[in-house]
Structure formats: C-alpha cells, structure tokens
C-alpha cells in the first residue's frame, strides 16, 4: 500500500483537536487523497472514526507509526 | 427517622433494651426495602456503599462459584465499581471476558449467550440499565441465557431500583440508595436462596455475614423510607419525565448542529439523556452550562481524572468529546428544561465561534 498523501501531527493534543486537525487538513486533499492523522490522546481512538461516520469519510486503517497511534482517513467526497 | 437517630448509636446485635429497638428499626426497614424489590428480607444485606455491595457481588460471586471455574463475563458498559471488582479477579489469576453493545449501548446477546455456555464460567454480570447513556439492557433475556448454562446472573441495578422494575432470572443485585434519593452510604447486596456466594471479607457476623461492619442505622432508615416513597411515585414519575427527555432528544437534535444524541431513543431509563457536539470541550462546555446554573456530567476525557474518555461511549463507537450527560430529577421542571433547550445552541455556538471550527 501507497504511503498518506499528507500527514497532520497531533502528539500531544487533547481531543476535540486531532478530529478539529482532521476536519480543516482532510478537504485540502483531492477525494480519494488519505490523510494520516497521528494523536495520542486515548479519546482520539473513539473520536476519529466517530468523526468519520458522521462525516462520510472512510476510515482506511489504523496503525502505530513510530511508537505512536496513527488514523489514515480517505477523502470520500 | 428520629427514633433511628436516638437509638441509631446502638448496635443493633446486642441485648439492651436500645439495642432491640435498633434491631427492630433495622428490621423493619430491611422488610420495607425487600417487599419494594420482592426478595426476602434474609436475602437482603445494607452494605456501607452501592460501590462496597458491587465489589461484593462480584467478588462474593466468583469466590462461591471457583470450582465451576474462574471466567468471569460481563458487558462492556458496566459500572466501573464492577471493572474494577473484575481487575481485582484477573489480577488474582481468573480472567474476565467483556461483551460488546451495539451503536445504542445495547447489550449484544448472542456473544452474551455463546459466553455464558463456555467452559469455566463461574458468574456473568449485567448492568440493568446504563447509567450513563440510559440505555435499558435485556436483563430477561441475558437471564435466561445463564439460567440454560447454569450460570449465576449478577445485575447492578443502581439505576433501575426505584424507577424502573428489573426483570425477574439474576442471583445477585446490587443497588445504590443514594441513587433513589436516600442519604449516601447505604447500598444493598442481595443474594437469592440457593446462590452460592461466599464473602470475599475476612469473617463477619453482621448483615447475613455478607458484609462487615455495623451498619448507619439512621442512613439505612432514611434510604428503606425514600425508595418507599420513590417506588410509590416511579410511574407517575416516569410518565412526567419520559416526554421531558424525549423533547431534550428530540430539540437538541434539531437545534444543535452537529450533535449526536445517544443511548436507546425507547429502551430507556425515563430521567436520562446524553449527548454528544462536534468539535466542542466538554470540559468547557460543562462549565458553560455550570454557570447559567445547570449540574451536568459528562463522559468526555477531559472531564474526569484519568483523561480516559467514558470506556460506556468507546465501547458504543460514538463520539466522546463534547458530551454531556442530563439527569432530570423529581424537582426538575419542564420550566427548566425549557430554559436549558433554548440556551444550549447559542452556549455551543459560541463555543464553536470561540475554537475557530464553524462550517468545519
């Protein structure tokens, strides 16, 4: 598999701010475009793929990248 | 209630003449509390807390059964008095085995069922109802899936006692009598005829041996006469609040953008509502809220010590930021929730506007 089109970093922050990261970074992409999303904060596991359904957007996969959680989001529409 | 608190200093278990009369308050306030859940009063034991009675069932009911074997099964969404109760059990050398809800916070009952058949279990334990998402749990049918596995059915049913009936089928319940408007520190451990159940406690007399201690006489009068009085009013109750929270469903869904309201829409308890908003501080927003005046909780991660979000959202897949969690009362009035519907948009506006995510 193809690496993300972009990657938006969010060690450290607390959520709603990876989602709040995910929803401004995820349009800058063309649809079909996959945005990785790294976040460690525990909510964030809920958070994203929550964001996802409500949103219409396709959760590809979740991974560990450098010890770290990471959501890879592809660009529905 | 002021014969409790004259006599209230006497141990109930001696012989002088204010000790029989705290004997006889203690008893008739366990004969009360057990006609209002239909169990007999020697199956009934006031514990110091709702938290100390769910350690208890669940410890009491994996020590009774160790040589049926040493799983423990329970929902996903239980209490965390109950979690914690069931660490204590793996951390011992048993193992626990978590069942998933579905997106309402319903209990799924065909891993349920395939669980409770398997080998080595010695309890399952089943919220009734959860307390916090409201979501009523099908404590029949889990029952009956334990009963055809020969299994004992523990139910916390802190929420349920004294609003809602529980279904008939569990061996153990626990319940919370500041949860039905009685005083804290009393909670209640009952444990049907013919449950084996053994005190997870150093060896104590008091309470049917089932917990240690002398119990607060004047607290146990108090809460067996509040869930008298609750009991009494629970329909009524239930009736003036079911359409109060289904209003708060159905405004907040349609005046707050980006909101999702979860837990059962019918399935539920009548006092409570939970909701989550999109891109919202739950910590910020609770404050928000606080200062117009209105006591919420929250399950967002933010909210509580450990910076965990509520493991009850997680395990139902929904949002856990911006989540508040409504719990209307007996003085609660439709004035105020009318107040709280007409004030929540501009509050969670303004908290968008404030983060920069509007049209986000």
Not at chain 2, 127 to 147: D, K, M, N, W, Y
């Amino acid at each position: 598999m193809n690496g993300p089109d972009d990657v938006v970093d969010c060690l450290g922050q607390r959520c709603p701010l990876p989602v709040i990261a995910a929803a401004r970074r995820l349009p800058e992409l063309p649809v079909g475009g996959v945005l990785r999303v790294l976040a460690d904060d525990p909510a964030a596991a809920i958070d994203i793929p929550a964001w996802c359904r409500m949103r219409g957007q396709e959760l590809v996969g979740t991974s560990t990248v450098d010890g770290s959680p990471a959501y890879d989001i592809r660009r529905a529409h | 209630m002021l014969a409790a608190l004259e006599d209230g200093w006497a141990d109930p278990a001696r012989l002088y003449a204010p000790a029989r009369r705290a004997r006889q308050l203690l008893d008739a306030a366990r004969a009360a509390t057990a006609e209002v859940l239909g169990v007999r009063p020697d199956e009934l034991s006031f514990t110091p807390s709702g938290t100390a009675a769910a350690h208890a069932a669940v410890l009491g009911g994996l020590a009774g059964r160790r040589r049926a074997g040493g799983t423990l099964v329970h929902s996903a969404i239980e209490h965390s008095a109950v979690l914690h109760a069931a660490e204590r059990h793996v951390a011992a050398g048993g193992s626990a085995t978590g069942i998933p809800v579905d997106r309402a916070g319903s209990l799924d009952l065909d891993a349920w069922s395939a669980a409770v058949a398997g080998p080595g279990v010695a309890l399952a334990t089943l919220i009734s109802a959860s307390h916090e998402v409201g979501t009523v749990q099908p404590v029949a049918e889990a029952a009956r899936a334990c009963a055809a596995a020969g299994v004992p059915l523990y139910v916390d049913a802190a929420q349920s006692v004294g609003r809602i009936p529980v279904p008939a089928g569990w061996s153990i319940l626990s319940a919370s009598a500041h949860k039905w408007g009685g005083p804290p520190g009393v909670g209640l451990l009952v444990v049907r005829k013919g449950t084996r159940w053994e005190s997870p406690y150093p060896a104590d007399e008091r309470e049917a041996g089932r917990t240690p201690g002398v119990g607060n006489l004047p607290a146990i009068v108090a809460a067996a006469a509040a869930l008298r009085a609750v009991h009494a009013e629970a329909v009524a109750e239930a009736a003036r609040l079911g359409p109060l929270v289904d209003r708060i469903r159905a405004t907040v869904a349609a005046t707050v953008p980006d909101v999702e309201v979860v837990g059962d829409p019918v399935d539920r308890l009548p006092h409570l509502v939970t909701f989550s908003c999109l891109y919202v501080d739950g910590e910020a927003l609770l404050h928000a809220l606080d200062r117009r005046g209105f006591a919420v909780s929250s399950g967002s991660s933010c909210t509580s010590s450990t910076l965990r979000p509520s493991h009850v959202l997680e395990a139902m897949g929904v949002l856990s930021h911006g989540n508040v969690r409504l719990s209307l009362h007996r003085e609660s009035t439709e004035a105020e929730v009318d107040r709280f519907l007409a004030e929540l948009p501009g509050i969670v506006a303004g908290l968008r506007a404030e983060a920069g995510v509007v049209g986000l």
